[in-house]
């Protein structure tokens, strides 16, 4: 039997079924074949409107690690990815997958995710800003600390280097002005003859898509995370199928235990209803689904991005994950 022979099967037989071995090479200097493992990871997708019919998607997760075999095709084991850290890769993958498609959905749906009225709270320190530079062109660095314990200078002040980077303030001597993006979106909502409310939630919009995951993790504002979690839920397995998926609530919470845990039912109802109010996901005959429009737009968004990879796996080679 030829090389590629042996160590493919040597690969499914040790490594699973799930997993196959690239065209191995031979390195004449180590007289040493080395081959790449990689696998079509499947996941089970079912439209609850026929819960008879299910239908697979693959997820390709590439070069998840080398397996070497000497010149006689003798397996090297020590030298080989092991089965823990293949594992190990697979589950990282697919976490980053789901991690990239909350991203996505975040991305898509911000613009309808502000509309929730109980979401604008968490965003005042941001309204505060943008409210004094409507009322005075500027706000000083004395105007955005003043009277306020150390805690809450230092988290006003995180808000505004964000709002910087992003282009909404500009840096001037000892405050801030408008930026680019701000009098951007100002011209536009003007043009349309928008409010100063509808302004706002522009604003807001573009801090939610764009700094996500700082908001999550600097500014700890979790309160909201049920929500996109639920959201995510929904359109996680629409973006695999990349055709709209609909669900029960069952469904959902099946969904939502196996990505993040434990939620409550009356919460589950409660996020579902405003979210359908926002046009951020759709109902029909008891069953939620994403809009095509918004999906339509992840899918754009998904087709846009780089295959996924970890920082690092075993034998410093690079795995990478595709749909």
């Given at each position: 039997?030829?090389?590629?022979?042996?160590?493919?099967?040597?690969?499914?037989?040790?490594?699973?079924?799930?997993?196959?071995?690239?065209?191995?090479h031979f390195d004449e200097?180590?007289?040493?074949?080395?081959?790449?493992?990689?696998?079509?990871?499947?996941?089970?997708?079912?439209?609850?409107?026929?819960?008879?019919?299910?239908?697979?998607?693959?997820?390709?997760?590439?070069?998840?690690?080398?397996?070497?075999?000497?010149?006689?095709?003798?397996?090297?084991?020590?030298?080989?990815?092991?089965?823990?850290?293949?594992?190990?890769?697979?589950?990282?993958?697919?976490?980053?997958?789901?991690?990239?498609?909350?991203?996505?959905?975040?991305?898509?749906?911000?613009?309808?995710?502000?509309?929730?009225?109980?979401?604008?709270?968490?965003?005042?320190?941001?309204?505060?800003?943008?409210?004094?530079?409507?009322?005075?062109?500027?706000?000083?660095?004395?105007?955005?600390?003043?009277?306020?314990?150390?805690?809450?200078?230092?988290?006003?002040?995180?808000?505004?280097?964000?709002?910087?980077?992003?282009?909404?303030?500009?840096?001037?001597?000892?405050?801030?002005?408008?930026?680019?993006?701000?009098?951007?979106?100002?011209?536009?909502?003007?043009?349309?003859?928008?409010?100063?409310?509808?302004?706002?939630?522009?604003?807001?919009?573009?801090?939610?898509?764009?700094?996500?995951?700082?908001?999550?993790?600097?500014?700890?504002?979790?309160?909201?995370?049920?929500?996109?979690?639920?959201?995510?839920?929904?359109?996680?397995?629409?973006?695999?199928?990349?055709?709209?998926?609909?669900?029960?609530?069952?469904?959902?919470?099946?969904?939502?235990?196996?990505?993040?845990?434990?939620i409550n039912p009356c919460?589950?109802?409660?996020?579902?209803?405003?979210?359908?109010?926002?046009?951020?996901?759709?109902?029909?005959?008891?069953?939620?689904?994403?809009?095509?429009?918004?999906?339509?737009?992840?899918?754009?968004?998904?087709?846009?991005?780089?295959?996924?990879?970890?920082?690092?796996?075993?034998?410093?080679?690079?795995?990478?994950?595709?749909?």
């Amino acid at each position: 039997m030829s090389a590629q022979t042996v160590i493919r099967s040597f690969a499914t037989h040790h490594y699973g079924n799930l997993i196959s071995s690239e065209k191995p090479h031979f390195d004449e200097r180590a007289k040493t074949w080395i081959a790449q493992i990689r696998t079509d990871y499947p996941i089970v997708l079912q439209d609850d409107r026929e819960p008879e019919r299910k239908f697979i998607r693959f997820i390709s997760v590439n070069q998840i690690g080398q397996i070497l075999f000497d010149e006689n095709l003798k397996f090297r084991e020590k030298e080989s990815v092991s089965l823990e850290d293949c594992a190990k890769t697979v589950q990282s993958l697919l976490k980053m997958w789901r991690d990239r498609a909350e991203q996505i959905v975040v991305r898509a749906s911000a613009d309808h995710l502000v509309c929730i009225p109980e979401f604008r709270h968490f965003f005042v320190p941001i309204e505060e800003v943008v409210d004094s530079i409507l009322e005075h062109e500027t706000v000083s660095d004395s105007e955005l600390t003043k009277n306020r314990i150390l805690k809450k200078q230092n988290r006003a002040m995180k808000y505004v280097k964000m709002l910087d980077g992003l282009e909404l303030i500009h840096r001037i001597e000892d405050g801030y002005e408008a930026g680019k993006l701000f009098l951007f979106l100002k011209e536009d909502c003007d043009k349309k003859k928008l409010g100063e409310d509808d302004f706002k939630r522009a604003i807001l919009s573009e801090v939610i898509r764009k700094r996500y995951s700082a908001l999550r993790d600097v500014f700890e504002i979790t309160r909201f995370q049920p929500t996109i979690h639920i959201n995510n839920c929904i359109y996680k397995p629409s973006l695999e199928a990349e055709c709209p998926i609909y669900m029960t609530e069952e469904s959902i919470i099946s969904n939502y235990r196996e990505l993040y845990g434990r939620i409550n039912p009356c919460s589950l109802t409660h996020i579902l209803r405003r979210l359908k109010n926002v046009e951020a996901i759709d109902r029909s005959e008891g069953y939620y689904f994403g809009t095509r429009k918004l999906l339509d737009s992840m899918i754009a968004i998904k087709n846009e991005m780089p295959d996924l990879s970890p920082p690092t796996i075993a034998n410093h080679s690079e795995a990478s994950m595709s749909l």
